[in-house]
């Protein structure tokens, strides 16, 4: 096959972030004035081009490129750097993001003589919505009003729109004087023989009044809480190294972008935003599944996720915002359309996948960290879920949870696919609400099993029984009413009338995590994932290939998601089907290794790995980082090692099983409950592995899952 390395996802774009603010830019660097182009503040496009001028052109850099997570650097030449005697001279730009943006222009000399130029800048402000900016359509409009201040040297745009508080402060410091005239900035730089000279323009947001400050020029780490969220997480996440080179870097990519993604929020600063550039926002399940998924890298993110969502729970009845009293918040967005209620994503409840999430998450936080004050601190919110659950969570009673959409703004499918046309029947046509979707009963069995837990060790052994009885109920219903035995899988979903939903796709793989499928048909389940037409080469499609309505390039008909890889992994390796693990890990690190910095994008297609197609391609909008991207790749390496915390007592439970083409992993930094260990695993001839601990005392047991026990006597 041909050889493809260093695709990048949006290649016309560079963008980096803090917190709530973005960057959006050209691959030269520059603010063009070109959708979806800008600095973006709480999802604001507060300065939407910048014309950037020395001596009346415009300078074209030649290498630009992102420092770190939060910053940006681009060099430009100035004159004939070749011709003698030298008048060399080269425009730096560094772009340093915080609340607000700080942009730092230092002409460098290398002449022999002094030399003087004129740094011109002139900058617009259009206060769209970043969802406006994505799709290059506005759906508000008002009027931008520009005033200069004398006497501050600053310039103001301020947005009239009825219903907002929108403006944007600008100001050029130099040590030269500073004029303005018509939008547009200058300044008389002389720069001394081999030396420099430069100016910063600052761009600092005013919402609702209140300022918010560009940070300083600095590439290292400021101090804001996003900033203190990323340099904590930076010390904290684990360390992988391996022959592999593949397996570490994709592995270093991920820790790295996730350590860069903390959205900084009071309740909860390391939780992480989605991805970059479009889902800079609360986002419930988004952030909790992330965190989740990268506890083997380190607690943290899943504390403080937890901690957000709990701080989010709905309060009232409200259908435009699908909000019930103790329903999770799906998202929350603070642009222009959604403060002006164009879209309910102000603050939107309509998923049924986050109540059950956070039990589940929950009751791994615990097992991760034993950390018996944070659960306590979290059991009212787990008992406001359970009581949406019960009480709006299944409408018609019938024991499943079905969702359905009262929000005429809203999202019409409510469970982890959520593009409108994602649940289809067998013939390819949408299926109507109300819709029961597989991986809902799944996640609804999970959360029962880790809130009985929950409760149970918090002085509540009553309830955690109780709970656990109505988990294996529902696990003999579900399986009664969604197996289908002549295709060796589940129903997608139950519809409206009832009935099952006969399209195979990648919503199994979830059941297998949540451990809701029975251990006799575990082994057929694992067989559908990864026939032809279910795995690509590079992962689980999200609907078969031999489906009328698969489209490879869809949101949730035929693309593969990295988020899916990594909890299908866990449920592989959950139920000791070791072989199909290692071909599904196998892709994706296959896959990881065709992107710049190994990064897996949000979405890939689904087209087959073959000669015809030497790189999947993405889906048109990706996201890239996407923190479950980047965290289901620290999942599939829990998966490969068998890893179960039993922090409670002190203790791990390890099985690995690694594939000839990953013959050692050695991880640093790994926190179970007190503990913080570095585990060294080798695979031996004849696949046999060996386990190697060092750090903190900790009881590390060789022992395999209870369902792959079971597995393997029924095998023999």
């Given at each position: 096959?041909?050889?493809?390395?260093?695709?990048?996802?949006?290649?016309?774009?560079?963008y980096?972030?803090?917190?709530?603010?973005?960057?959006v830019?050209?691959v030269?660097?520059?603010?063009?004035?070109?959708d979806p182009?800008?600095?973006?503040?709480?999802?604001?496009?507060v300065?939407?081009?910048?014309?950037?001028?020395?001596?009346?052109?415009?300078?074209v850099?030649?290498?630009?490129?992102?420092?770190?997570?939060?910053?940006?650097?681009?060099?430009?030449?100035?004159?004939?750097?070749?011709?003698?005697?030298?008048?060399?001279?080269?425009?730096?730009?560094?772009?340093?993001?915080?609340?607000g943006?700080?942009s730092?222009?230092t002409?460098?000399?290398?002449?022999?003589?002094?030399?003087?130029?004129?740094?011109g800048?002139?900058?617009?402000a259009d206060?769209?919505?970043?969802s406006?900016?994505?799709?290059?359509?506005?759906?508000?409009?008002?009027?931008?009003?520009?005033?200069?201040d004398?006497?501050?040297?600053?310039?103001?745009?301020?947005?009239?729109?009825?219903?907002?508080?929108?403006?944007?402060?600008?100001?050029?410091?130099a040590?030269a004087?500073?004029?303005?005239a018509?939008?547009?900035?200058?300044?008389?730089?002389?720069?001394?023989p081999?030396?420099?000279?430069?100016?910063?323009l600052?761009?600092?947001?005013?919402?609702?009044?209140a300022?918010?400050?560009?940070?300083?020029?600095?590439?290292?780490?400021?101090?804001?809480?996003a900033?203190?969220a990323?340099?904590?997480?930076?010390?904290?996440?684990a360390?992988?190294?391996?022959?592999?080179?593949?397996?570490?870097?994709?592995?270093?990519?991920?820790?790295?972008?996730?350590?860069?993604?903390?959205l900084?929020?009071p309740?909860?600063?390391?939780?992480?935003i989605?991805?970059?550039?479009?889902?800079?926002e609360?986002?419930?399940?988004?952030?909790?599944?992330a965190?989740w998924?990268?506890?083997?890298?380190?607690?943290?993110?899943?504390?403080?996720?937890?901690?957000?969502?709990?701080r989010?729970?709905?309060?009232?009845?409200?259908d435009?915002?699908?909000?019930?009293?103790?329903?999770?918040?799906?998202?929350?967005?603070q642009?222009?359309?959604?403060?002006?209620?164009?879209?309910?994503?102000?603050?939107?409840?309509?998923?049924?996948?986050t109540?059950?999430?956070?039990?589940?998450?929950?009751?791994?936080?615990?097992?991760?960290t034993?950390?018996?004050?944070t659960?306590?601190?979290?059991l009212?919110?787990?008992?406001?879920?359970?009581?949406?659950?019960?009480?709006?969570?299944?409408?018609?009673?019938?024991?499943?949870?079905d969702?359905?959409?009262?929000?005429?703004?809203?999202?019409?499918?409510?469970?982890?696919?959520?593009?409108?046309t994602?649940?289809?029947?067998?013939r390819?046509?949408?299926?109507?609400?109300?819709?029961?979707?597989?991986?809902?009963?799944?996640?609804?069995?999970?959360?029962l099993?880790?809130?009985?837990?929950?409760?149970?060790?918090?002085?509540?052994p009553?309830?955690?029984?109780?709970?656990?009885?109505?988990?294996?109920?529902?696990?003999?219903?579900?399986h009664?009413?969604?197996?289908?035995?002549?295709?060796?899988?589940?129903?997608?979903?139950l519809?409206?009338?009832?009935?099952?939903?006969?399209?195979?796709?990648?919503?199994d793989?979830?059941?297998?995590?949540?451990?809701?499928v029975?251990?006799?048909?575990?082994?057929?389940?694992?067989?559908?994932?990864?026939?032809?037409?279910?795995?690509?080469?590079?992962?689980?499609r999200?609907?078969s290939?031999?489906?009328?309505?698969?489209?490879?390039?869809?949101?949730?008909?035929?693309?593969?998601?990295?988020?899916?890889?990594?909890?299908?992994?866990?449920?592989?390796?959950?139920?000791?089907?070791?072989?199909?693990?290692?071909?599904?890990?196998?892709?994706?690190?296959?896959?990881?290794?065709?992107?710049?910095e190994h990064?897996?994008?949000?979405?890939?297609?689904?087209?087959?790995?073959?000669?015809?197609h030497?790189?999947?391609?993405?889906?048109?909008?990706?996201?890239s980082?996407?923190?479950?991207?980047?965290?289901?790749?620290v999942?599939?390496?829990?998966?490969?090692?068998?890893?179960?915390?039993?922090?409670?007592?002190?203790?791990?439970?390890?099985?690995?099983?690694?594939p000839?083409?990953?013959?050692d992993l050695?991880?640093?930094g790994?926190?179970?409950?007190?503990?913080?260990?570095?585990?060294?695993?080798?695979?031996?001839?004849?696949?046999?592995?060996?386990?190697?601990?060092?750090?903190?005392?900790?009881?590390?047991?060789?022992?395999?899952?209870?369902q792959?026990?079971?597995?393997?006597?029924?095998?023999?």
């Open positions: 096959m041909t050889s493809v390395r260093n695709l990048r996802v949006r290649p016309d774009l560079l980096v972030a803090s917190g709530w603010s973005t960057l830019t050209d030269r660097g520059r603010i063009a004035g070109a182009q800008g600095f973006f503040a709480r999802n604001t496009r300065l939407s081009r910048e014309r950037i001028t020395v001596d009346g052109r415009e300078p850099p030649f290498a630009t490129a992102n420092v770190g997570g939060h910053a940006q650097l681009s060099y430009a030449e100035l004159g004939d750097g070749e011709v003698l005697p030298s008048r060399a001279a080269y425009l730096t730009v560094e772009r340093f993001v915080g609340p943006l700080r730092r222009f002409v460098v000399s290398y002449a022999a003589r002094p030399l003087r130029f004129r740094l800048l002139a900058v617009e206060f769209a919505d970043t406006e900016a994505e799709a290059g359509h506005r759906l508000q409009l008002g009027e931008v009003r520009s005033g200069w004398p006497a501050a040297a600053e310039l103001l745009l301020t947005y009239r729109h009825e219903g907002l508080d929108r403006a944007v402060a600008v100001r050029l410091r040590d004087p500073v004029a303005y018509d939008g547009g900035f200058t300044v008389e730089l002389v720069v001394p081999g030396g420099r000279a430069g100016a910063d600052l761009v600092e947001p005013v919402f609702d009044g300022r918010l400050p560009a940070p300083p020029a600095t590439f290292a780490e400021p101090d804001d809480p900033a203190r990323r340099a904590r997480l930076d010390a904290e996440l360390r992988l190294s391996s022959s592999n080179f593949d397996v570490t870097a994709a592995w270093r990519c991920a820790v790295r972008d996730l350590a860069v993604l903390p900084g929020e309740a909860g600063p390391a939780a992480p989605a991805g970059l550039p479009i889902y800079q609360i986002f419930g399940r988004d952030t909790m599944t965190s998924q990268a506890l083997l890298a380190g607690p943290t993110m899943l504390a403080d996720s937890l901690r957000l969502n709990a989010h729970l709905g309060r009232r009845l409200d435009w915002r699908d909000e019930e009293p103790g329903k999770p918040l799906h998202e929350a967005r642009g222009p359309v959604s403060l002006l209620g164009l879209n309910p994503y102000g603050a939107y409840y309509g998923d049924w996948s109540a059950p999430d956070f039990l589940v998450f929950l009751g791994q936080y615990l097992a991760w034993g950390d018996l004050d659960v306590r601190e979290l009212p919110t787990a008992g406001r879920a359970l009581e949406w659950l019960d009480r709006y969570g299944d409408p018609d009673g019938d024991g499943f949870l969702y359905h959409c009262r929000s005429p703004g809203g999202l019409k499918n409510q469970g982890w696919k959520d593009s409108d994602a649940i289809v029947d067998e390819g046509e949408v299926v109507p609400n109300p819709i029961a979707s597989s991986e809902l009963q799944g996640y609804w069995y999970a959360a099993r880790h809130a009985a837990v929950v409760f149970t060790v918090t002085g509540h009553a309830r955690g029984a109780a709970l656990l009885a109505r988990a294996r109920g529902l696990r003999r219903r579900f009664l009413a969604y197996w289908l035995p002549d295709r060796r899988c589940y129903a997608m979903a519809g409206p009338d009832r009935r099952p939903v006969r399209s195979t796709n990648s919503n793989g979830h059941l297998l995590a949540t451990g809701i029975p251990t006799r048909v575990a082994e057929k389940v694992a067989d559908r994932l990864l026939a032809p037409d279910m795995f690509s080469g590079w992962g689980v999200t609907l290939a031999e489906h009328p309505a698969y489209n490879p390039f869809s949101y949730h008909r035929g693309s593969v998601w990295p988020v899916e890889a990594g909890t299908i992994g866990l449920g592989l390796a959950r139920y000791g089907c070791w072989p199909h693990l290692h071909r599904l890990a196998e892709g994706m690190v296959g896959a990881a290794a065709l992107f710049a990064r897996l994008p949000e979405v890939l297609s689904g087209l087959p790995r073959d000669a015809a030497p790189h999947p391609g993405v889906y048109p909008n990706s996201c980082p996407q923190a479950w991207s980047a965290s289901a790749v999942a599939l390496v829990q998966a490969l090692l068998g890893l179960r915390p039993a922090a409670p007592l002190r203790a791990v439970l390890v099985d690995p099983h690694l000839a083409w990953l013959p050695r991880l640093e790994v926190r179970v409950g007190g503990a913080t260990v570095d585990l060294t695993v080798r695979r031996r001839r004849g696949g046999r592995t060996s386990v190697r601990v060092r750090g903190d005392r900790l009881a590390v047991i060789r022992r395999p899952p209870r792959a026990i079971t597995l393997a006597r029924r095998e023999v």
